[in-house]
């Protein structure tokens, strides 16, 4: 494994008020990714991610854009430019709506003098599970075959990446090898409660699969020792789950 385990692990601070999150996120201080989703986002706006950036936190600003391709440009374009690294678009926005995307992402941050981000698509949101997919969405193809059509899509329109189940992984790293991002939620540390997730890994088997960084939220934020509980996910990818 190339980056530390630090590295790979993004912290979701879903439910938290602003100033929970910048509480919480300072008072991990080997924290190095924070995801900041549509609810934290929606209540702080665009200064929380400049206050967790200032903390020296990496951003993962996960508010799966889908619009019109002149609208997800236009989204990319300021979430680049504050700094976000990782940035969530829906695949099935389509190629011309990724294209511009990811354009509009990489020369934004470049003009600014951020990070150039990545774009991770969005396939299938890990709450789906195979009966309600196929019965409320009505989508014949199984969320298996669906994956990878939406991942092929998203390599193809030039984004560097995706969102995808742990047990999606291993099939679509052997067809899109790296540097292609493999970011992974559904991701509970041996003996914690699924919660919403239908289709979840232990940190250490998403490694193996083939991940490459893992959202964890609250595993960690919801222990009654947020410090220790990242350091045990930290633990348990630097032995291997051994």
Same mark, same amino acid.
């Given at each position: 494994m190339s980056a530390s385990p630090a590295d790979r692990i993004i912290v979701a601070l879903d439910g938290m008020a602003p100033e929970q999150a910048l509480a919480f996120a300072a008072g991990i201080p080997d924290l190095r990714w924070v995801k900041v989703g549509l609810e934290l986002f929606v209540a702080g706006g665009p200064e929380v991610v400049r206050q967790l950036r200032q903390q020296g936190k990496r951003i993962f600003l996960d508010l799966k854009f889908h619009d019109i391709p002149a609208t997800m440009a236009g989204a990319c374009r300021s979430a680049a430019r504050l700094g976000a690294e990782l940035i969530t678009?829906?695949?099935?926005?389509?190629?011309?709506?990724? $294209?511009?995307? $990811? &354009?509009?992402?990489?020369? %934004?941050?470049?003009?600014?003098? $951020?990070?150039?981000?990545?774009?991770?698509?969005?396939?299938?949101?890990? %709450?789906?599970?195979?009966?309600?997919? #196929?019965?409320?969405? &009505?989508?014949?193809?199984?969320?298996?075959?669906?994956?990878?059509?939406?991942?092929?899509? !998203? &390599?193809?329109?030039?984004?560097?990446?995706?969102?995808? %189940?742990?047990?999606?992984?291993?099939?679509?790293? #052997? !067809?899109?090898?790296?540097?292609f991002a493999l970011v992974t939620p559904g991701i509970r540390p041996a003996g914690s409660a699924r919660g919403d997730q239908q289709r979840v890994l232990t940190p250490a088997q998403a490694i193996a699969a083939g991940s490459s960084h893992l959202v964890i939220g609250r595993p960690i934020t919801a222990a009654e020792d947020p410090s220790a509980a990242f350091a045990a996910c930290c633990e348990e990818l630097a032995s291997g789950g051994q």
């Open positions: 678009v829906h695949a099935c926005a389509g190629r011309e709506a990724l $294209q511009a995307a $990811q &354009a509009a992402a990489v020369a %934004s941050a470049q003009d600014a003098g $951020q990070p150039e981000p990545t774009l991770l698509a969005v396939t299938v949101l890990t %709450s789906w599970e195979a009966a309600r997919f #196929a019965g409320e969405l &009505a989508i014949e193809e199984p969320i298996d075959h669906y994956v990878p059509r939406l991942a092929r899509l !998203a &390599a193809e329109a030039g984004i560097g990446g995706c969102v995808c %189940s742990p047990l999606e992984v291993t099939a679509l790293r #052997a !067809a899109h090898p790296e540097p």
